[in-house]
């Protein structure tokens, strides 16, 4: 079993920075893949960005150029860096962990607010 636990998120104003990270603990697979979805009031459930064991990584288009996500594998911790924030980045965002290459994430984290405003 893998338990994901976020921290770092809360209120901050647009165009400000705000860091995600997330400490997965447990039967971690050597191969994985670990990222972040974020979902916002009535709007769909979207994969922000996902990095894989071999640091390859991918973003939603819309957040291409101001995210940036990393990992810290010793520690098993994976980071969103989000600069130039903008209101329509207000959501849940959940941290998400499956073995290989997978983003349909076998283990999800309980969730942290995001919250821009204007």
């Known amino acids: 079993q893998v338990q994901l636990v976020e921290s770092g998120g809360g209120l901050v104003q647009a165009g400000g920075s705000l860091r995600l990270s997330c400490a997965a603990s447990g039967s971690i697979f050597r191969f994985n893949t670990m990222g972040w979805y974020r979902q916002a009031p009535g709007k769909q459930r979207e994969l922000v960005a996902a990095?894989?064991?071999?640091?390859?990584?991918n973003y939603e288009d819309s957040v291409k150029s101001r995210f940036t996500i990393s990992k810290d594998s010793a520690k098993n911790t994976v980071y969103l860096q989000m600069n130039g924030m903008k209101p329509e980045d207000t959501a849940v965002y959940y941290c998400?962990?499956?073995?290989?290459?997978?983003?349909?994430?076998?283990?999800w984290g309980q969730g942290t607010q995001v919250t821009v405003s204007s």
């Open positions: 990095i894989t064991s071999g640091s390859s990584a």
């Open positions: 998400g962990y499956s073995p290989g290459t997978r983003y349909d994430f076998q283990s």
